[in-house]
């Protein structure tokens, strides 16, 4: 193992899995290295100085590349074991045990503190939305499941972004989609953690709730542009989980 990579190595190693024979810095490697890993050679790098030392020995930085493939890619084993030239059986220990060190970094990344970051002293600091994930319909058949967003069984995820920063400060979940509303699972848990006289932006289907600021609060023209930008950016945010295939339609326990 070794401490830090450089992001050139994980650019050149990404190509060299993507099977991409030229390892030029341009825009269209750079494109091919994120539409087959999600992340920049920047982003792998960190991700690697953050989790190296959680790996068990055995693990180099490129197994880091194998995980984040794992979760943009989402085809089988058999098929990404191939991709990298490892058994399948190698390649499913070592990107699974990456991916679980990936989510382990939650509590250290995504922090409800962080939304006082550059504060302006506005009583919003955060956007708030529920987004949802599709899951194979569990049996037996439950109503409660049922997304509208998909006309099919999901969940949803209440994910609430800095509006100062831009960063990911608060995720909640998962919850059944056609159980619990945006309203009612931000009822039950950010709502609380709000400090006296704190709000939150949100769209209208969080409508009802004093500690909501929605777009028909706005008192001019230029809030009425403010609030357009922050939800605007976290839809942003909504869209970029998607990016990953695992995430659009999830198949593991």
């Known amino acids: 193992k ?9 650019y050149k190693k990404g190509l060299q899995i993507a099977g991409n024979r030229t390892h030029t810095f341009c825009n269209t490697n750079m494109t091919y290295f994120r539409s087959h890993f999600g992340v920049s050679p920047g982003v792998a790098s960190i991700i690697w100085d953050m989790i190296y030392l959680q790996l068990p020995n055995g693990f180099c930085y490129f197994h880091v590349l194998w995980g ?22 190698i390649f499913r220990e070592k990107s699974f ?9 939650k509590s250290k990344v995504i922090k409800l503190s962080n939304r006082f970051m550059n504060s ?19 049996t037996p058949f439950w109503s409660g499941w ?16 800095c509006i ?13 989609c056609g159980k619990w509303s945006d309203l009612k699972i931000f009822r039950v848990a950010l709502k609380k953690k709000l400090v006296p006289r704190e709000r939150v932006e949100a ?3 969080y409508r009802g709730d004093i500690r909501i600021s929605d777009p028909e609060d706005a008192a001019n023209l230029r809030d009425t ?19 990953f295939e695992c995430m659009k339609s999830f198949r593991h326990d």
Not at 2 to 10: A, D, G, N, R
Not at 97 to 105: F, G, R, T
Not at 164 to 176: D, E, R, S
């Open 2 to 10: 070794k401490l830090s990579v450089h992001p050139s190595i994980f």
């Open 68 to 89: 984040l493939l794992f979760m943009k890619v989402y085809a089988t084993a058999p098929v990404l074991a191939g991709k990298v030239g490892a058994d399948e059986g």
């Open 97 to 105: 045990k990456v991916v679980k060190a990936i989510a382990s970094l």
């Open 120 to 138: 302006n002293d506005s009583i919003c600091n955060l956007t708030v939305d529920g987004t949802d994930f599709r899951i194979p319909e569990p």
């Open 146 to 161: 049922f997304s509208h967003k998909f006309n099919a069984a999901g969940l949803r995820y209440e994910v609430g972004v």
């Open 164 to 176: 100062q920063t831009g960063w990911i400060c608060w995720i909640i979940g998962p919850f059944a």
């Open 203 to 205: 769209d209208g289907g």
């Open 225 to 243: 542009l403010m609030k357009s930008a922050a939800r605007a950016r976290h839809e942003t945010v909504n869209r970029r989980f998607k990016q």
